[in-house]
């Protein structure tokens, strides 16, 4: 069948014109406020690094700031006539997301001599920004509540609401998020964030537990049948220059080049930080010190509740090599104690902390990580990590208990022709990983893993295939199979920990099983996962995600839905 000449013109028209569009865009104002890590941008560019176009994208240590982000997606303006249509679409919706970087104007909601304007919250113009709600499209800058730009200060003010359904067969339990996002950019490198929702769930017997969105906030049970409560906050301050970016910040932070980061993940809740890093042409250093919480408090007294002092310090290397090689190395120290302040040592930056550690006593908990990206080919990136907490190089060979390290390895497939994704890895992390003989040594917060989110004892093969449709339709499929071994064994009629859980004390283990523990200890559990989801990015500030799962645990089969509304404004 042939192809109307006329509609055909119409075609090159429109990807010509768009490709003009690209080229008037240009790096305009600095905006040094991060990126969220869960941000669909960093998997976009990660298709884009994976088929070569940006080899120099350093993606692993997250989050990134804004302006990283707008000059990624600036380098991407030359290779627009190679991408499919979908990855089109999607470079223009992120290049006008990324206005106040990339072009010289102001948020278009703002009128010609104003430099603010009160959206929705207003009376004269909550009409007007009611019907822009179910209206915009994806490629329309987001309007907020309040909008503030005079070209040397930036404020956005914003709410954020969710409400999903999910069930466990017939077994319904619903949550809903409720908050608001202030984002202040004070000239040129000084930038400000701030938070705060609140989490209602509704309770269902037959369907217990918490939602993924509970990471071990303070939970309340109301007196109210079957209601639960949490809420939680995070901010920020950033500053920027010539010395790279300081940050003190109670916000998210991901080191990893895996979908599950066995080094430092979002598995546990936010924690306080200090943090610096700076990047140069062909590497990035990072830096950062932060404030735990053990699981639980050592005592309790006419002032409340005591919890043991407890610190992270952490560094990591991004090389790139060359545009194909990529290697990462970082180094991480758990410490604490009682009335322990934070070390001075550990303080200073570009500190080695493996000799520093045994300068202060040898009492801390060090851990180290090896990182490798390799890109063979356009299309095709191949990633892997050591994690190693302790090592007996004399034992290495051996079912040692002392053998505490993770394997992880994996690939991902970005075809050029296709807007797609497969990534598959697979992830084995040994007993007692993690743990230590001190409750501040573990590498946990408020008794949550930092790394994998398995914990130790643990193996995990698990694949993901991202396919986008469209620019507003999206497809998710994943598949795992994990593996969990126990916490505990019984040996000669004394239960002892296995190094099963991150929080154990591995004095106390059965020192019976020092030379015969193995990869999976005890009881293991296994557990087969197929779910698929469907993200329908409706308009720009509502979106629809829902999916289904076939969940199989020891034999026993259950099936899972969800239905989820995002409304940003």
């Not at 990529?326 to 550990?346: A, K, Q, W």
């Not at 449709?469 to 064994?489: E, N, P, V, W």
Request: a negative charge; proline letters at 4%; aromatic letters at 14%.
């Amino acid at each position: 069948m042939g192809v109307c000449p006329v509609s055909g013109l119409v075609k090159i028209m429109k990807n010509k014109l768009f490709i003009l569009v690209l080229l008037m865009f240009s790096f305009a104002k600095a905006m040094v406020l991060f990126v969220p890590i869960q941000d669909p941008v960093y998997d976009y560019l990660e298709r884009m690094a994976t088929r070569g176009y940006i080899p120099e994208f350093m993606n692993d240590t997250r989050p990134l700031l804004r302006d990283d982000i707008a000059k990624q997606l600036l380098k991407m303006e030359k290779y627009v006539a190679e991408l499919p249509r979908v990855d089109r679409e999607m470079l223009r919706d992120y290049m006008s997301e990324y206005r106040h970087e990339l072009t010289e104007l102001r948020h278009p909601v703002i009128s010609e001599g104003n430099d603010y304007r009160l959206g929705i919250a207003s009376f004269g113009n909550f009409k007007e920004d009611l019907r822009h709600v179910f209206r915009d499209d994806l490629s329309e800058e987001r309007r907020h509540i309040y909008t503030y730009e005079d070209g040397k200060t930036t404020v956005w003010v914003g709410s954020d609401f969710m409400a999903r359904a999910e069930s466990k067969g017939l077994h319904v339990r619903t949550v809903d998020k409720l908050g608001g996002q202030a984002f202040i950019q004070a000239g040129e490198h000084l930038a400000f964030y701030a938070d705060a929702y609140f989490f209602h769930q509704i309770m269902n017997d037959q369907y217990p537990g918490t939602v993924k969105e509970y990471k071990g906030y303070w939970l309340n049970e109301h007196e109210f049948d079957r209601i639960a409560t949490f809420d939680c906050s995070e901010a920020y301050a950033n500053l920027s220059g010539n010395f790279g970016t300081l940050s003190i910040a109670h916000h998210p932070v991901s080191w990893g080049n895996a979908m599950n980061s066995v080094i430092l993940s979002e598995n546990a809740i936010t924690f306080g930080s200090l943090r610096w890093m700076k990047q140069f042409r062909h590497f990035k250093y990072s830096f950062l010190h932060g404030s735990l919480m053990t699981p639980t408090f050592a005592r309790m007294d006419d002032d409340g509740r005591y919890f043991i002092p407890k610190y992270l310090v952490a560094h990591r290397l991004e090389i790139h090599l060359s545009p194909r090689i990529h290697v990462n190395f970082s180094e991480m120290i758990t410490y604490g104690g009682e009335d322990r302040i934070p070390e001075l040592t550990y303080l200073v930056p570009l500190i080695f902390l493996w000799p520093s550690e045994h300068a202060l006593g040898d009492r801390d908990n060090k851990m180290i990580a090896l990182e490798a990206e390799v890109f063979p080919l356009n299309g095709l990136r191949l990633f892997g990590t050591v994690f190693l907490d302790e090592l007996v190089f004399g034992q290495i060979f051996n079912d040692f208990w002392a053998n505490k390290y993770a394997l992880q390895g994996g690939f991902q497939i970005s075809p050029r022709r296709i807007p797609a994704d497969l990534v598959v890895e697979a992830t084995a992390v040994h007993p007692w990983t993690y743990t230590h003989r001190f409750v501040y040594g573990n590498y946990t917060h408020h008794g949550r893993d930092l790394g994998f989110f398995a914990g130790p004892n643990s193996r995990q093969l698990a694949a993901k295939l991202n396919y986008d449709l469209s620019g507003k339709h999206k497809l998710i499929l994943g598949y795992t199979h994990l593996q969990k071994g126990a916490d505990s064994i019984l040996v000669n009629d004394v239960m002892y920990p296995i190094g099963g859980d991150s929080n154990q004390n591995d004095y106390k283990r059965s020192y019976a099983l020092d030379h015969a523990t193995s990869w999976l200890m005890g009881d293991v559990m296994n557990t087969h996962s197929l779910r698929l989801e469907w993200l329908y990015r409706w308009r720009n500030h509502i979106h629809f995600l829902s999916g289904c799962e076939y969940r199989n645990v020891q034999n026993e089969a259950h099936m899972y839905y969800s239905f989820q509304i995002n409304f940003t404004y």
